[in-house]
């Protein structure tokens, strides 16, 4: 079964510091992995996104990193802010068909204090 | 910022009533897409479309109907609420390409549905 799992579900840190947040797939045949941000109440805005022979990608202040062997992927994020404060969702698609559908994760919310 | 305008934002009615979302972009997407997502859950396709006069089931099934009349517009309709309605509702859009879902999309800001 093709599925996304994230970790950890919530996560509190102090402004101006670094977090990784984590995300396990099954999903198969693999397409592209991407992170999006959800600030509450907003739609989901794509932060990264990376294929099978990429294994990090950046973004300002957020990096992804991709093992497609052991199928795992991390979102860093540097010198946090209060701005940062969302959810962030790993979303992983596939090629097993013409319509190569998303899976998403449940998301991670971090919540930065000042 | 996307293009991708969702209304209303907030929406309270009572069970029984008929309602339509409005789901609308301006950049020229041939794919639109509607969601349901329930607080700290994932994202669940319901419906999409590839084009005009095109809609699709999504993964989850869904008492709501969408239509695609136009390139922009996207509506989705729920012809008697109830409150196992209750949800955030997201609309995506993304551009041209190959028939596949995978391409980067873009969503509007939601609308939160509560039925009574």
């Known amino acids: 079964k093709n599925q996304v799992e994230q970790s950890p579900q919530s996560l509190i840190i102090l402004e101006g510091k670094n977090c990784t947040l984590q995300c396990n797939y099954t999903v198969s045949p693999f397409s592209n992995l991407r992170w999006y941000k959800q600030d509450t109440g907003r739609g989901p805005v794509s932060l990264t996104i990376m294929t099978f022979s990429e294994n990090t990608k950046s973004n300002g202040r957020y990096t992804a990193t991709l093992d497609a062997d052991t199928k795992q992927s991390s979102l860093h994020i540097t010198a946090s802010q209060l701005s940062d404060s969302a959810s962030y969702i790993c979303v992983v698609s596939d090629r097993g068909s013409t319509l190569g559908r998303l899976y998403f994760g449940r998301g991670t919310q971090l919540t930065v204090w000042p | 910022e996307a293009d991708i305008y969702q209304t209303p934002r907030y929406l309270v009615i009572g069970t029984g009533k008929k309602i339509t979302l409005e789901c609308s972009q301006t950049m020229g997407h041939d794919k639109m897409y509607w969601y349901q997502q329930d607080p700290g859950m994932e994202l669940h396709l319901i419906h999409y479309?590839?084009?005009?006069?095109?809609?699709e089931k999504g993964d989850l099934s869904s008492e709501s109907t969408v239509s695609r009349i136009r390139t922009e517009h996207f509506p989705l309709t729920l012809e008697s609420a109830r409150p196992s309605h209750t949800s955030q509702y997201l609309c995506?859009?993304?551009?041209?390409?190959?028939?596949?879902?995978?391409?980067?999309?873009?969503f509007g800001p939601g609308t939160r549905l509560t039925v009574l």
């Open positions: 995506a859009s993304s551009a041209p390409g190959d028939r596949a879902l995978s391409n980067t999309q873009y």
């Open positions: 479309s590839y084009g005009v006069n095109s809609t």
